[in-house]
């Protein structure tokens, strides 16, 4: 359901050229770029949500879809309200004015309707939060560090082996990787397990988004904070630090790839052995301060 919103939009909206402008582009975009994962990563243009990848994100969109509708119709109400007062009510169609101050039953009516409103969108918004918000049973744990300026993962429910992420300049690149979202390692995840994801820093406040997950925690030093997603299909999933951490915060990306369960135990064999002798904190911190001046130069 790539642009599933356009299906609850009005068709007034729906004729206007510019909601129809987006998904055109994006459709010209993916069918010029062949053999890219279109799955679920930013795009060119994009207006309407990353395809959800998780059950919290398809929750996600549809409470969007609701209260984009009862802003549409407040939206329209209004402007209809306003439209009616300026025509009938101008001073040349109405010059004596109603000297009125008070209507017992419209203030109640204008009261209690914004009283309902905000109850509708309270009760799915509440289910929402703790549906995001608590754990479920967890089929496998993952630890998330962030630090200036890459990700640290540990896998401790497999073998507790960790890895440092970082990000691929853009002269290492390989065709059909994303620019300022590829990492050199990634972060593996069987589908359809639910993975507990603890976040913390190791020095200032980070935050570890993936919005076609749904999840966007803090990172913060000396907290360990959790969330969880389950990806529903195999594909790989981009996503971007989103807390303003220092001079390099718009360069340590996270890239997530989910796998079938027994692709995802070969590569924790693989990454067992890979990452079992790990220097590879302090390499990434060379890594991270030799990458400063190259890319601040690319930034101009
Ligand atoms: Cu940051």
Not at 72 to 98: K, Q
Not at 143 to 155: L, P, R
Not at 187 to 213: C, E, M, Y
Request: glycine share 6%; with cysteine; hydrophobic share 45%.
């Amino acid at each position: 359901m790539r642009f599933g919103m356009s299906s609850l939009m009005p068709s007034a909206l729906l004729r206007s050229r510019w909601v129809g402008l987006g998904p055109t582009l994006l459709g010209l975009f993916a069918s010029i770029v062949p053999g890219m994962a279109f799955a679920d990563q930013p795009r060119p243009w994009e207006m309407m949500f990353q395809d959800p990848a998780t059950p919290v994100m398809d929750r996600v969109e549809s409470f969007h879809h609701l209260l984009l509708w009862i802003i549409a119709i407040i939206v329209a109400f209004v402007a209809v309200l306003l439209g009616l007062v300026c025509l009938r009510f101008r001073e040349s169609v109405n010059p004596a004015p109603s000297r009125r101050s008070h209507h017992t039953l419209l203030e109640v009516v204008w009261t209690a309707v914004p009283v309902l409103i905000l109850v509708v969108v309270a009760v799915p918004s509440f289910k929402l939060l703790y549906y995001s918000d608590v754990v479920p049973p967890p089929d496998l744990t993952i630890k998330a560090t962030g630090h200036q300026w890459y990700w640290e993962y540990e896998y401790p429910d497999n073998g507790d082996f960790s890895f440092v992420s970082n990000l691929v300049d853009d002269a290492d690149l390989q065709p059909g990787q994303l620019r300022l979202l590829t990492t050199d390692n990634v972060v593996v995840v069987p589908v359809g397990k639910n993975v507990r994801l603890q976040v913390t820093a190791g020095d200032v406040i980070h935050s570890w988004a993936v919005p076609s997950f749904g999840v966007k925690i803090d990172a913060v030093p000396g907290r360990l904070n959790e969330a969880w997603f389950n990806v529903k299909e195999p594909g790989t999933y981009y996503g971007q630090c989103s807390e303003l951490c220092g001079t390099m915060h718009g360069f340590m990306p996270i890239m997530v790839k989910a796998v079938p369960p027994d692709e995802y135990d070969a590569w924790v064999k693989q990454a067992q052995s890979d990452f079992a002798a790990n220097s590879q904190p302090e390499d990434a911190k060379t890594a991270a301060a030799q990458r400063l001046p190259a890319l601040s130069l690319a930034a101009r």
